[in-house]
């Protein structure tokens, strides 16, 4: 499967570890195909300089040299999504052809959307496990 992760997924695997750390494990551990679009990845890297500008540098490092497929992001902003912040990621999943959505944006949770699906960091967490 093509996984595009969102950037509040990979904030909250890096610094606080819980079900999003546990996911990120689950799927190093798998043949999926992990995407980070350049949307997300300035996405990540500005909000660790703002909230944790100490830690910002390593953490960025380290999350860069792990099994992640940095890809372009599309030009692309349609879309009809209760955030406005989500089109540039839907619309990457779209270009990217990612099969699923790791956010834990309520917004995009209950969004609807059958593809990409979307799944929080702990609903595939489970559905993996329980497939596993």
């Known amino acids: 499967m093509r996984i595009l992760i969102d950037t509040n997924v990979l904030i909250s695997a890096f610094v606080f570890?819980?079900?999003?750390?546990?996911?990120?494990?689950l799927l190093f551990d798998s043949s999926n195909e992990l995407?980070?679009?350049?949307y997300v990845d300035l996405e990540v890297k500005e909000k660790l300089e703002m909230k944790w500008?100490?830690?910002?540098?390593?953490?960025?490092?380290?999350?860069?040299?792990?099994?992640f497929i940095f890809c372009k992001s599309t030009s692309e902003r349609t879309g009809n999504l209760r955030?406005?912040?989500d089109?540039?990621?839907l619309n990457d999943?779209?270009?990217l052809k990612a099969d699923i959505i790791v956010s834990g944006d309520k917004d995009f949770l209950e969004a609807g959307?059958?593809?990409p699906q979307v799944f929080s960091p702990s609903m595939l967490y489970d559905y993996l496990s329980a497939i596993n």
């Open 113 to 115: 959307l059958e593809n």
């Open 35 to 38: 995407l980070i679009s350049e």
């Open 83 to 85: 955030d406005k912040k």
């Open 17 to 25: 570890g819980g079900k999003a750390g546990k996911l990120l494990e």
């Open 53 to 67: 500008p100490d830690k910002a540098e390593r953490v960025y490092s380290l999350y860069h040299s792990l099994p």
């Open 93 to 95: 999943a779209l270009f």
């Open 87 to 89: 089109i540039p990621i």
